[in-house]
């Protein structure tokens, strides 16, 4: 059922798409989105962005990050996003691209790269340095995907392979040193929520997830209550609502088969849980 979760693909970014689309590039003078993307949503495309100016707050499954100057960002099809907050100031350059345009004629393969993968950091703060690189590199691909040239598809592709490869060991680097920094509790919780990611549709036992992190239920439920403040439970209500969000936007989806793939024990059951979560009901949300 989740291949029927709605999408955005990558040619409904342009204002008035005129053939499929295998990349696209964002800038300070594009013209502006037209998405609901203040709406949780997935999308058949990757993105690295690089904020310029201004601020934004972005959600990623259950993780929302903080977005300013110097922000790189990189998000894959696997996750639910959802920019709730962008700033009137906010600047980026972004290319979007999808894994065929990439691994054409024996090219990359997108899975390689750590920071694409479902648990990733999914924003990361680049120093100076890092940011003008960076920042470069977007330019040329945007100078490159605005002029015409015969080889234009073949540089694109060679100048983001170009952008996957730099910024590899940047990501790599910072991932380290935050891994390194963590506490006990901090490991064990943000593996609590790699798990929740991964099996929230048909995993809602607390004994479950302890025992795959080698450690008690009552352990487990203090040191995620005591570490972020909210009870073992509400993170994973907080996934299965999520999901259920994205798949109230599909219109061609019963609220029967909402119930069925989010494995309630019927619709009844998927309707209490979700008036108590957000306060109406399932039909009610899909209506606003």
């Not at 019963?254 to 019927?266: E, G, K, M, N, Y």
Request: proline share 6%; hydrophobic share 45%; charged share 15%.
């Amino acid at each position: 059922m989740s291949t029927a979760i709605p999408v955005y693909q990558l040619a409904a970014l342009a204002e008035r798409p005129t053939r499929p689309a295998a990349f696209y590039f964002l800038g300070p003078n594009s013209p502006p989105a037209h998405l609901p993307i203040h709406l949780p949503y997935r999308s058949d495309y990757y993105k690295i962005g690089l904020c310029l100016r201004g601020s934004a707050r972005l959600q990623v499954n259950l993780e929302t990050y903080e977005i300013g100057p110097g922000s790189l960002i990189v998000l894959s099809p696997y996750v639910i996003k959802q920019w709730p907050v962008i700033s009137a100031d906010f600047d980026s350059l972004s290319i979007f691209f999808t894994q065929e345009f990439v691994s054409a004629h024996g090219g990359l393969n997108l899975a390689a790269f750590s920071f694409f993968e479902r648990d990733a950091r999914h924003v990361f703060q680049l120093g100076p340095a890092q940011a003008a690189q960076i920042g470069a590199l977007l330019r040329a691909i945007e100078q490159k995907c605005e002029a015409p040239h015969a080889y234009q598809t073949e540089i694109v592709r060679s100048l983001i392979h170009i952008l996957l490869h730099e910024t590899a060991p940047i990501y790599s680097s910072q991932a380290v040193a935050a891994q390194s920094l963590q506490t006990r509790s901090q490991l064990i919780v943000a593996e609590f929520k790699k798990l929740v990611s991964t099996h929230y549709a048909t995993e809602r036992s607390l004994a479950f997830y302890a025992n795959r992190l080698c450690i008690t239920p009552k352990h487990l439920a203090e040191t995620v209550r005591e570490a972020t403040g909210k009870r073992a439970p509400e993170w994973l209500a907080e996934a299965v609502l999520l999901e259920a969000t994205v798949l109230l936007q599909n219109p061609a989806l019963t609220i029967a088969q909402i119930a069925d793939t989010l494995h309630f024990a019927d619709q009844s059951a998927f309707g209490r849980f979700f008036r108590k979560s957000v306060g109406v009901s399932p039909a009610a949300y899909r209506q606003r």
